[in-house]
């Protein structure tokens, strides 16, 4: 079980599975909620609030060092720590073949999915301690066609995530990476359009089927 006493820091919180977990673990605790949109934090925050949570915004682009460490800094300074990080920022480069991958999509991709992450491992690593939790989401895309700028990077940032659970095995921090099944994201609509979004998970019900994966053991 999770400290509850320590706050949750969310990256990538304004949206899908990141605002639908950022609510699911609302009650009886205080959401970092870190997004670029301000207008979709905003309404999260008032979703939280109803759902007896309390949360601290932070409209930030995870891809920015400084705004990253001030942001760390500042966790550290009111609450000493975290005790729950979940990682579900992501950038949805577009299909393409290989042989044409756009080297300003493929750029904006490494930033985002593998540069930022490593960066965010080193920084909220000693938020975490020895007893916190991180938790990063698998998309196994990687070797399909036309998945060159997103499923690669995907790939590599979760290579990077098992190397740092190997890592902290005996150490800690719990690393834990799940699977969510297809759920009918924004993600997912501009990779497969005009596909029928009806057999798809309900993004709030895989939040609460995640939920027992993220906080016990």
């Not at 609030?49 to 932070?58: C, I, K, N, S």
């Amino acid at each position: 079980m999770t400290d509850t006493a320590l706050p949750v820091l969310i990256t990538g919180a304004s949206r899908g599975l990141g605002a639908a977990l950022a609510e699911a673990l609302a009650p009886g605790r205080h959401i970092i909620a870190v997004g670029r949109t301000t207008g979709a934090l905003e309404e999260l925050d008032d979703r939280i609030r109803a759902a007896g949570g309390q949360a601290t915004l932070a409209p930030m682009d995870i891809t920015v060092a400084e705004a990253m460490q001030q942001l760390c800094r500042s966790i550290h300074d009111r609450w000493g720590g975290v005790g729950l990080w979940l990682h579900t920022a992501i950038h949805a480069g577009p299909l393409a073949p290989a042989s044409h991958l756009a080297e300003k999509d493929l750029d904006s991709s490494i930033a985002v999915n593998l540069r930022a992450t490593a960066r965010l491992i080193a920084y909220v690593a000693p938020l975490l301690g020895q007893s916190g939790r991180a938790v990063f989401f698998d998309d196994p895309q990687g070797g399909e066609k036309f998945f060159g700028h997103y499923g690669t990077t995907k790939s590599a940032q979760m290579a990077l995530v098992r190397s740092w659970r190997a890592e902290s095995l005996k150490t800690g921090p719990d690393v834990r990476i799940l699977c969510p099944r297809p759920m009918p994201t924004a993600t997912r609509a501009r990779f497969y359009p005009g596909e029928d979004r009806a057999p798809l998970a309900d993004i709030r019900a895989e939040a609460a089927r995640l939920l027992p994966e993220i906080l016990e053991g």
